[in-house]
């Protein structure tokens, strides 16, 4: 157990550093939107490590205007708290904050067995919980099993290329050549550098990666998972953040690493669990091939090469596909749609995207660096158009560094669009 003492010096320390925090300072997030303040249910933001999840809360409740207590359980102070202890937290809670307080915020909470009991505890007292984690399956898994109905899950991914923008202050919408150069500029140090909030003004970004995924893989995963090879875990993570944007060559990785088919496949899902890195599945109506056939992409393009020995490829085009990726989860997030890749044989074209509603594809999306080469060009329209007729898709989007327009071709429509135009005016609407 941990004293009482020590608990109520942490979080009376939390107290006064969160007394400081200025607003102005913060960019604005569209998961903002997302929160349900009179809610009766748990607001549960989940992401990876240091994507923002905290800032986003302290956000949303300063600006609200509401009463609220903090507790951050990603203390080394705090790091032997069991189940036993949450009711004297709640005891120092309320000796801070008084008893009356509305609003409670539990920072990364989900290494403490038994935190969902005493998360439905508190609700049943009327007490508005805000919660945050760095596991997927961890919260949503406990969260479905005792909370059922009980919560409102916001998934938080590092800054998109506009939050970037905004944080930097670069003009979106300028029609200078001037600031057409400058968001170029910007998309380019976005893609080699990423969008994690601290790490935008940091010199040394390699220190900062490196320190990061070592949190995830000890913080995130070794602690709760009790793995014992930790240096195999790494040297998958770090394999798979290379080869971004490839199929996860299980019976390989296999021979490489040493490891079971069975224990292999754990660790890439922990590391999935973990959001460092993402899966894509294959579009397909059998779960074998669906599982069998993912795709890896890292949560942010600035893990790539900002690490040692990283040796990561420097396609731009996977960087590109990656960083649409990783945009494509943030907006099918709020749309409860479902994001695929389709390849109908190995001797065809894929398609990079094929954005679902439920078993139904709503739009297929293409990504190229450059479509200037007419072999380019039409090898990348030609395999959308072939993919529609299969899926029965009519909105086809080609994605490039190309200036926007609209294309026939075969009979179809296709939708070329900047990659810029498209990260940055997504126009309000399902997915762009």
Not at 156 to 164: G, H, T, V
Not at 217 to 242: G, M, P, T
Request: charged share 25%; with cysteine.
């Amino acid at each position: 157990m941990v004293d009482e003492k020590i608990i109520l010096q942490v979080l009376s320390e939390q107290q006064e550093e969160i007394k400081n925090y200025k607003l102005q300072k913060w960019v604005a997030r569209k998961e903002e939107s997302l929160f349900e303040f009179d809610s009766s249910q748990a607001q549960v933001v989940i992401g990876v490590r240091r994507s923002g999840k905290s800032t986003l809360c302290h956000k949303v409740l300063k600006e609200r205007g509401v009463r609220y207590a903090y507790v951050n359980l990603d203390d080394d102070r705090l790091v032997n708290v069991q189940t036993e202890d949450l009711n004297t937290v709640l005891s120092c809670v309320y000796q801070l904050y008084g008893t009356d307080i509305p609003y409670l915020f539990l920072d990364e909470i989900q290494d403490v067995d038994g935190w969902y009991l005493f998360v439905n505890r508190l609700l049943r007292t009327d007490l508005h919980i805000f919660v945050t984690g760095s596991n997927a399956k961890l919260l949503s898994g406990e969260l479905a099993t005792h909370l059922t109905g009980r919560y409102n899950e916001i998934r938080l991914y590092p800054f998109s290329f506009a939050e970037y923008c905004s944080f930097h202050k670069v003009d979106i919408n300028g029609l200078t050549t001037k600031a057409d150069a400058e968001r170029k500029a910007a998309f380019m140090d976005y893609i080699n550098n990423g969008g994690f909030p601290e790490m935008q003004n940091m010199r040394n970004k390699r220190g900062y990666v490196e320190s990061l995924i070592e949190a995830v893989l000890l913080k995130d995963i070794q602690r709760r998972f009790k793995i014992r090879n930790v240096e195999s875990l790494r040297k998958i993570a770090h394999h798979l953040i290379s080869n971004s944007c490839q199929i996860v060559n299980y019976e390989g990785m296999v021979g490489t690493f040493g490891l079971t088919d069975k224990t292999l496949q754990k660790y890439v899902s922990y590391l999935q669990q973990a959001f460092l890195v993402q899966l894509l599945t294959k579009h397909s109506f059998k779960s074998k091939e669906r599982v069998r056939g993912s795709k890896a992409y890292v949560i942010d393009s600035g893990l790539l090469n900002n690490r040692g020995n990283s040796m990561a490829a420097e396609n731009i085009g996977w960087r590109l596909e990656n960083v649409v990726y990783i945009e494509l989860l943030r907006r099918c997030a709020n749309e409860f749609m479902d994001v695929y890749y389709y390849k109908p044989r190995a001797s065809k074209k894929e398609v990079d995207f094929v954005v679902c509603d439920k078993n139904k594809a709503y739009q297929l999306i293409q990504v190229a660096y450059d479509i200037a080469a007419e072999k380019t060009y039409k090898r990348e329209i030609s395999s959308l158009v072939a993919a529609s007729s299969v899926l029965n898709g009519d909105n086809l989007l080609l994605i490039a560094l190309a200036e926007s327009r609209d294309v026939e071709f075969a009979g179809k429509t296709i939708h070329i669009k900047s990659i810029y135009d498209w990260l940055l005016n997504p126009e309000s609407s399902l997915i762009q």
